[in-house]
């Protein structure tokens, strides 16, 4: 009998957070996510160094300003991305700066930049995807960026306003982190979650109204916190494993059933939300409000570790 992650791939298609291109061709998968968090966990392995050099010597025009760290931690992950267009065939996704969560015209500069650096390397453009926060500011950004063929992946979706606003956009993905949802309402809305994940029952509701809508925005399961909520969500458009997940998910050999699939019936949409509406709901789902402004101050954390480490290394040379 095929182990459930070959049996996932019938239902879903899958992403591997990493930037190991040879982890995730071992899982086959297709999608692929590049970020601070997980480069920092590569910075004792000794072939950092030398990727690292290639990112300093791509920076070496940016060296006299204020912005040389960061400006290496951007090519860094460009170069990761890059490296994974000429071996993956799916979409590359990867993040910009934490600050411009709320900048609609920085957002929208650092995006093109990006897409303008991968198009003159002669990668497919097609595949980059820019990681955005699902903020008011970043879905703006989104749609004028789509209005620029430049493709978009909405992040930090905890709530169906973000979802609904994310797909009005023409965003390509918005990602659900399961995980965390259901940690914060185990948390600070505890009961009996035996028989019914919250963090499961978030990215559903999301999922299924999407769908009714008729909207064609893919939607991204990320942040597991264990194979039995993947192996709930098999159906949805795309899952992000870590590479943990996708190996416990090879030692699984019972059959797994699908579990979401695209409704038959299509309703009318209603009319894309205000941002005066947008905020309100936003700011009364306290689960949503909460872990957006926690996602974006663990971004710019992870990105203010990896630029402290590039600036010592920098001075070590």
């Not at 951007?74 to 890059?82: E, P, Q, T, W």
């Not at 978009?152 to 169906?160: K, Q």
Request: charged share 25%.
């Amino acid at each position: 009998m095929p182990n459930q992650l070959e049996e996932l791939k019938k239902f879903s298609s899958l992403a591997i957070q990493e930037v190991d291109v040879s982890r995730v061709k071992s899982f086959s998968a297709t999608h692929t996510a590049i970020c601070s968090k997980t480069i920092l966990s590569l910075l004792n392995e000794p072939q950092f160094n030398t990727i690292l050099q290639k990112a300093i010597n791509d920076s070496r025009d940016q060296r006299w300003n204020g912005d040389y760290a960061k400006s290496i931690r951007r090519n860094l992950i460009l170069n990761f991305a890059k490296d994974f267009n000429a071996q993956l065939p799916g979409q590359i996704s990867i993040e910009l700066d934490a600050d411009l969560a709320f900048d609609i015209d920085g957002i929208i500069n650092q995006a093109s930049n990006i897409h303008e650096q991968y198009r003159y390397s002669r990668a497919s453009a097609a595949q980059l995807l820019i990681k955005i926060p699902a903020t008011w500011e970043g879905i703006t950004a989104a749609r004028e960026l789509k209005r620029r063929a430049i493709n978009t992946h909405l992040t930090m979706v905890y709530s169906f306003v973000q979802a609904q606003a994310g797909a009005d956009a023409e965003a390509e993905v918005l990602s659900i982190p399961v995980g965390p949802a259901s940690s914060w309402y185990q948390t600070y809305e505890p009961q009996d979650y035996s028989t019914n994940d919250p963090g499961v029952a978030t990215l559903s509701h999301i999922y299924t109204n999407l769908k009714y809508l008729g909207y064609k925005t893919l939607i991204r399961g990320t942040e597991f916190s264990s194979i039995k909520q993947v192996q709930q969500l098999a159906g949805c458009d795309q899952l992000e494993l870590t590479t943990l997940l996708a190996q416990q998910l090879q030692q699984e050999h019972h059959p797994l059933e699908r579990k979401l699939d695209k409704p038959a019936d299509v309703y009318e949409r209603p009319p894309a939300i205000s941002e005066k509406d947008f905020r309100w709901h936003l700011t009364i789902n306290a689960m949503a409000h909460e872990k957006l402004a926690q996602d974006i101050r663990e971004l710019d954390m992870n990105q203010y570790q990896l630029d402290n480490f590039i600036k010592e290394k920098i001075e070590s040379l």
